[in-house]
């Protein structure tokens, strides 16, 4: 059942090493990011899920701001909303 939350929730497909040591170690980083995730949701009261959040800050790495205003940038261009230079089809 672990395993099965482990491929799910925390994306873990297969383990990049044989070892017992290799397998714990990426285990227990994979467990850390997504506590940290998840505080970081509850820090900033997010609707979102954990998921999508991590993809957030995966495709931002590298920006040199921090993560309120990641959080607000995010918010502010939601690909969601609608376009006003949109036009109607129909």
Same mark, same amino acid.
Request: charged share 15%; aromatic share 12%.
């Given at each position: 059942?672990?395993?099965? =939350?482990?491929? @799910? ?18 285990? =227990?980083?994979? +467990?850390?990011?997504?506590? *940290? +995730? *998840? ?29 309120? @205003? *990641? ?15 949109? *036009?109607?089809?129909?």
């Amino acid at each position: 059942m672990f395993f099965k =939350w482990l491929k @799910q929730n925390l994306a873990v497909k297969h383990f990049f090493g044989n070892s017992i040591n290799a397998v714990k170690a990426q285990i =227990w980083t994979a +467990v850390c990011t997504y506590l *940290l +995730v *998840l505080i970081a949701i509850r820090h900033h009261r997010l609707p979102v899920s954990p998921q999508i959040f991590l993809h957030l800050v995966e495709t931002n790495i590298f920006e040199k701001i921090t993560l309120d @205003q *990641l959080v607000a940038n995010a918010i502010l261009h939601d690909p969601e909303a609608p376009d006003s230079n949109q *036009l109607i089809l129909f």
